[in-house]
């Protein structure tokens, strides 16, 4: 085991990444046409990445898989950005921000970074409305703030529910201004199979033209993974169908760590599972839950029953039980394990599926009757009617019915200060990097994280990389680039050849129901060992018998999915290796061994103050496990409490 | 009522962009009312699949309505029969048992189909690039708050903003034009002070290159507003005539003469 140094600045936290910056090779900018840099990935990282290296001057080329960079997943964020602007006169500063971030990951993440994540915060939004991004404002013109996720200050901004298509639009806009000046060539519709490492370095990707099927080599003096997160390993998730760990998890196994892969969030407050052919689970904002109240019958005969005909003394209101002074607004990791609780203890209500009703009740009925319609209709309306779209239901008429998704996986590449993976010359940002949020992230930070990477971060970090390092003259016919596509042709082939029964969905499912039962919302050591025997052995199934159809060289979706469900069952065996060596609770991992009293995470700072960062030694090695020691100078660690 | 379906589909299959289309015929058996009509061609791909036959390939992403990668035409209406539903909102309760529904992609001359229901939108973020957007660089803007908006402004400029680029606009106008779609990211940036120092250039260059990828012309139908599943409202066209014969009127270059683009002073 090696101990990973971040390479972080000292001195005082708020000049640290003035001082880096500074002592930063800048890049001439008539030089800077010469340079070839690669992005991947053209979501709020990845396209702000592209759009401002493209304006530096480089020779920038950006790729993603869908058919239009503006279709990213970041579009789908709903709620908010948060930045310590102030406007409100609440108390707040940059330096509230990294505080209440570095405490709500449960001291899990790196303060230099969550520092500068927060200053970052405000320039974005400056960045942002220059750009025409329609945030909503007050009547007197000026930017309007909620307060979300339990902050006790108003700091997010917000375009209605849309914020991350406004803010995802934004950078698209900045990207395309980009495309037509000649500095960015986009590449949709393409997705990356591997990474090219020269020398050391990474100097190129491998892609599949997923219209022709043409496998290629890209080669760049520098690359960027901006590719978003792997919680499609659950196979039901509110992430976007074409969400993969593929960038990502091909790098790994050219040699870049992965930090902290069982880091992932589940949200409280999601549409439930309605039968077994579900392809994905749609997020309801957390904000409903400020005037809706949750409960489960006390009784498991109740369950199949009208709700409006169980009386108020055959009802549980267990979170407004346990949590009296938190009530409805616990955290996210807490709401959802309650939830889960209720169900395994067969109270759960809504369809069976699979035998087990999965759902609770979010009742906006004394919300109704203390506020009127009225106002519950200004301030959820639309929420109301996505619901019902959905579900064939009206909030107003019968309760609405929640469960726990999978929705942010904080994990991902091991990077340093500088965002650079262990590979040199490939940087990670956005939700693909193990990022700011430590063991769980709060409400509208990713969205702040991804354009702190993109317009501000990367771009300095990047220029310094190619300042600073020298590199060789290559070309897409040096040995190892062909390697590289050798060995992507021989995986497609390999797929394509296989002939066996098993749809790539079918063994997804059935590898996201295992990742699900053992290594989601609670974890404990049996269950874990459990997971790890199992997920070979599917594994081995897979690649003996995966049906795949038609050909590699048109478009093939079977074939796009066999690829991802190929490195989300490699993927899923590393989340739940990870989880049972962290033998501790922290944020979001809920080991049912180490527990408080009153049933909350116990952090084990002595044994787990640290970063876990995987090494890859083969699919059927173990693989390494390394170390970044995490120091806490400014916000003392101490021990989280909602009762 | 049974929370089951069956249902009779003729799905336009055609195998690559040089190849001929035709419909095909799918039954499709005890399908609950529950799945949204993407999970119903998910049930029946596994099907295919499963028979060794290809699956039917179609575009989606978010499955939320937000993405603007799915869509289709069902019987004719672009994103199917519910109002203001994106194709992968829309749940099979709008359906009555022992229906045959027809399945077609987008079509439009500036949209060639790549397969079975996939279509080449490309075009679209072409139009964006001739000029919807703001050209300020990364790094050095103003403080947020010293710009700023009418209340009424920004909500007038976030409804234009709301378009999530699917091209069911252009699917359901007869003409076959992307008004709908380029009078919305005028409006936006027209509406909003930041949008103003490019106004001009950017309504004339993202008109003549909404004419020059092939897209046909307005001639107020109004199919484009009630079939945009983001309801953004023909006002916006309207609002884009304006803009480009102001800007016309006002510039020196010749009306219709292909706009070069403007890098915006970067
Ligand atoms: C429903 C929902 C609501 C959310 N709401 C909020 C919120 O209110 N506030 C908040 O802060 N956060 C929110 N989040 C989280 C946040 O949206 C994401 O974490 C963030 O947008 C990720 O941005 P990104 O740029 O890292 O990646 P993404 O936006 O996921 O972009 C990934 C890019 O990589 C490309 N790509 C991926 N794999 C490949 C490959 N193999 N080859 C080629 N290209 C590839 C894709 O095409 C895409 O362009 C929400 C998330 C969800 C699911
Ligand atoms: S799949 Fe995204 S809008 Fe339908």
Redesign the interface.
């Given at each position: 085991m090696t101990v990973l140094d971040a390479r972080a600045p000292s001195g005082p936290i708020d000049a640290r990444w003035d001082r880096r910056r500074f002592e930063m090779k800048l890049v001439n900018p008539a030089n800077r046409r010469k340079f070839s840099i690669i992005v991947v990935g053209s979501g709020l990282a990845g396209g702000?990445a592209a759009?401002?290296l493209g304006?530096l001057g480089y020779d920038v080329r950006c790729f993603c898989y869908?058919?239009?960079?503006?279709?990213a997943?970041s579009?789908?964020a709903q709620g908010g950005i948060n930045a310590a602007?102030n406007?409100q006169n609440d108390g707040d500063s940059v330096y509230r921000l990294f505080h209440d971030t570095v405490k709500g990951g449960d001291f899990r993440a790196r303060e230099s970074n969550v520092y500068r994540l927060a200053q970052l915060s405000v320039?974005i939004?400056?960045?942002?409305?220059?750009?025409?991004v329609?945030?909503?404002?007050?009547?007197?013109?000026?930017?309007a703030n909620r307060s979300f996720g339990g902050a006790q200050v108003s700091r997010t901004f917000y375009?209605?529910g849309?914020t991350g298509?406004?803010l995802l639009?934004g950078a698209?806009?900045?990207l395309?201004?980009q495309?037509?000046?000649g500095t960015v060539k986009?590449y949709?519709r393409h997705e990356m199979m591997d990474v090219v490492v020269v020398g050391g370095r990474a100097r190129g990707i491998v892609t599949r033209d997923l219209?022709t099927g043409a496998i290629e080599a890209h080669v760049a003096d520098v690359v960027v993974l901006a590719t978003g997160g792997y919680g499609n390993v659950f196979f039901l998730s509110t992430n976007?169908?074409?969400c993969n760990t593929t960038a990502i998890w091909r790098a790994h196994r050219r040699g870049a760590l992965f930090a902290n892969p069982c880091f992932t969030q589940i949200h409280p407050t999601c549409i439930p599972v309605?039968?077994d052919?579900?392809?994905?689970l749609?997020?309801m904002s957390e904000s409903l839950r400020n005037d809706g109240r949750v409960w489960v019958p006390r009784g498991a005969e109740d369950c199949g029953a009208d709700p409006a005909k169980i009386p108020e003394d055959r009802r549980d209101y267990y979170l407004e039980r346990i949590y009296p002074s938190f009530g409805n607004l616990v955290p996210r990791d807490i709401a959802s394990r309650r939830a889960k609780e209720m169900c395994d203890q067969g109270r759960g209500v809504g369809p069976e599926v699979a035998g087990v009703r999965r759902g609770v009740y979010l009742d906006f009925r004394d919300a109704i009757q203390r506020l009127g319609r009225q106002t519950v209709a200004e301030r959820y309306g639309n929420l109301f009617e996505m619901y019902e779209?959905?579900?064939?239901e009206d909030p107003f008429d019968v309760p609405m019915r929640i469960y726990p998704a999978t929705h942010y996986t904080m994990g991902g590449l091991w990077v340093n200060y500088d965002l650079e993976s262990t590979i040199p010359g490939l940087f990670v940002g956005g939700e693909a990097n193990f990022s700011d949020h430590g063991a769980n992230r709060l409400g509208a930070s990713a969205l702040m994280q991804g354009l702190a990477d993109g317009?501000?971060v990367l771009?300095a970090t990047l220029g310094h990389y190619l300042g600073a390092t020298k590199l060789e003259k290559l070309t897409a016919e040096h040995a190892e680039v062909r390697g590289a596509v050798e060995e992507v042709r021989a995986r497609v082939d390999k797929l394509l050849s296989i002939g066996g029964?098993r749809?790539p969905?079918?063994f997804h499912r059935e590898l996201g129901a295992l990742i699900w039962d053992n290594c989601g919302m609670s974890r404990n050591a049996a269950n874990l060992e459990r997971a790890l025997r199992r997920i070979p052995e599917l594994r081995a199934e897979f690649w003996e018998n995966l049906?795949v159809?038609?050909s590699g060289s048109?478009?093939n979706?079977?074939l796009e999915k066999a690829s991802r469900v190929a490195d989300f069952m490699e993927l899923g065996e590393l989340m739940c290796r990870d989880a049972l060596s962290r033998d501790e609770s922290c944020g979001c991992h809920y080991r049912e061994e180490h527990v408080t009293p009153e049933g909350e995470a116990k952090r084990d700072d002595a044994g787990f103050q640290h970063v876990a960062a995987w090494e890859w030694r083969g699919p059927d090695a173990e693989p390494v496990r390394h170390q970044e020691a995490l120091e806490f100078e400014l916000v003392k660690p101490v021990q989280r409490s909602y009762v | 009522m049974s929370d089951k379906l069956n249902l009779v589909l003729n799905v336009w299959r055609q195998k690559g962009p040089k190849d001929a289309g035709r419909f095909v015929r799918y039954e499709v058996k005890d399908i609950s009312t529950h799945m949204s009509f993407l999970e119903m061609l998910d049930v029946l791909n596994e099907r295919l699949l499963a028979q060794g036959e290809e699956p039917i390939a179609f575009d989606h992403d978010c499955r939320e309505g937000i993405c603007g990668a799915c869509g289709v035409v069902i019987d004719g209406s672009p994103h199917g029969p519910s109002k203001r539903t994106t194709t992968c909102q829309l749940h099979m309760r709008s359906f009555r048992s022992g229906q045959e529904l027809t399945v077609e992609p987008w079509r439009a001359a500036a949209f060639p189909v790549l397969r079975d229901l996939v279509v080449d939108r490309s075009a679209l973020d072409r139009i964006i690039q001739a000029g919807g957007y703001v050209g300020v660089r990364s790094g050095s803007p103003r403080d947020a708050n010293s710009i700023p908006v009418r209340k009424e402004d920004a909500d007038l400029a976030m409804d234009a903003a709301a378009c999530i680029g699917c091209g069911a606009c252009v699917a359901a106008c007869p003409n076959a034009s992307a008004s709908l779609f380029t009078a919305a990211k005028i409006s936006h940036l027209a509406l909003l002070p930041q949008g103003q120092p490019e106004r001009r250039e950017r309504a004339i260059a993202m008109v003549a290159r909404m004419d020059g990828e092939g897209f046909g012309h307005c001639t107020n139908h109004g199919e484009c507003e009630s079939s945009c599943p983001k309801g953004i409202s023909v006002d916006n066209i309207a609002r884009m005539n304006r803009e480009f014969l102001a800007a016309a009127a006002a510039s020196r270059r010749p009306l219709g003469a292909e706009a070069k683009d403007d890098d915006g002073g970067a």
């Open positions: 702000a759009a401002t304006e869908q058919d239009s960079p503006r279709r997943h579009i789908a602007k406007y320039n939004i400056d960045q942002c409305v220059a750009q025409g329609p945030f909503a404002r007050e009547y007197g013109g000026l930017l375009a209605r849309q298509q406004q639009l698209y806009q900045a395309e201004r495309v037509a000046a986009m949709p219209v976007a169908k074409g309605a039968g052919y579900q392809s994905k749609t997020l779209r959905i579900t064939g317009y501000f771009p029964k749809s969905d079918s049906a159809v038609g048109e478009l979706q079977v | -």
